[in-house]
């Protein structure tokens, strides 16, 4: 239909004599035949899988891919509808973020100073691999506690802290709030943390 051929940017003229599978992307082939193999007379087909088109320029189309049929008697020709909705854009995106992800991890291992982030519900989510040996706090008893609930929070000026705990329940940004604390062998250390909130493109934090 319309859809498809602006979807793939093949002519009409083009399809006819052609299986679907003359468009799948090489690698997903199997798994498109693998749907009708399974497909046998008296059973109805339905099944959802993602497969990736070969559009006419070469470049690869993400689909989340319906195929459907009515349950076929034993000697007559099934007759199969497939519904293709392209994604490649969310693909894309999502590709994107994790190299993203991976790029910062790749900075944080490699930074002389550690760093942390929280989720949505300000949690501790994640400590750079440093953590542990400048503060001589695991990062595994802290994953998962709020800043309020870590042993942070007495190693900060009660007014620094009280300007630090208000930054973080409106989504501001802070800076270079000193931490006083000492390790477990008793050596003191000074520590100077900072952090920004993040926002999607809604306006939406995390």
Do not use: C
């Not at 090489?26 to 693998?34: G, L, N, Q, V």
């Amino acid at each position: 239909n319309g859809a498809f051929t602006q979807m793939t940017g093949y002519r009409p003229d083009q399809f006819a004599g052609h299986a679907i599978f003359d468009y799948l992307h090489p690698d997903d082939i199997s798994a498109a035949r693998e749907v009708f193999r399974s497909w046998t007379p008296g059973k109805r087909l339905f099944s959802r899988v993602e497969l990736r088109l070969r559009g006419q320029d070469g470049r690869p189309i993400w689909t989340q891919t319906t195929f459907s049929g009515d349950a076929a008697e034993s000697g007559s020709a099934p007759l199969a509808v497939a519904m293709f909705q392209d994604f490649t854009d969310y693909h894309l995106a999502v590709q994107a973020l994790r190299l993203s992800q991976a790029k910062f991890r790749d900075f944080a291992s490699a930074a002389s100073d550690w760093m942390w982030e929280t989720n949505v519900d300000l949690r501790f989510s994640y400590f750079s691999h440093r953590f542990t040996e400048m503060t001589g706090l695991s990062a595994t008893t802290l994953l998962g506690r709020s800043i309020h609930d870590s042993e942070l929070v007495g190693a900060i000026d009660p007014l620094a802290l009280q300007k630090l705990l208000g930054d973080v329940a409106t989504r501001q940004p802070f800076r270079n709030v000193i931490v006083s604390h000492r390790r477990r062998e008793g050596a003191p250390i000074r520590l100077s943390i900072s952090g920004k909130p993040i926002f999607d493109e809604d306006g939406t934090f995390g």
